[in-house]
């Protein structure tokens, strides 16, 4: 399992539409990245607490090559391309990484 955390930040265009048009923007990009059960995502608000991103998204994938085309597909996702969301940073992760170390090393 991989999880990645993506920084995004919000753009003027994606707040001067409705929450409606938004709701409806997201949904239908995100069915598009989404599109089997090898990928998760939940999104978190930051934009009260930092300005360096407005969003965090929590990807989860089975591999690494799951995660990559989801996020090809985003890319070429009206998210992106409008642009709605710059993508500030990618951070990759292992939960429990030292866990799996210890493990491996003690054996």
């Known amino acids: 399992m991989v999880t990645v955390f993506v920084l995004l930040k919000t753009t003027v265009s994606w707040l001067r539409l409705s929450r409606d048009d938004r709701n409806a923007i997201a949904d239908k990009a995100l069915s598009s990245v989404l599109v089997n059960t090898d990928v998760t995502l939940r ?6 607490f930092t300005t360096r991103c407005t969003d965090v998204a929590m990807f989860q994938a089975k591999d690494i090559q799951s995660f990559y085309f989801a996020i090809e597909r985003l890319r070429d996702s009206v998210l992106i391309t409008e642009p709605y969301f710059e993508m500030i940073e990618i951070i990759p992760t292992i939960e429990d990484g030292f866990k799996l170390f210890e493990e491996q090393a003690n054996s």
């Open 43 to 48: 999104m978190f608000d930051a934009e009260a």
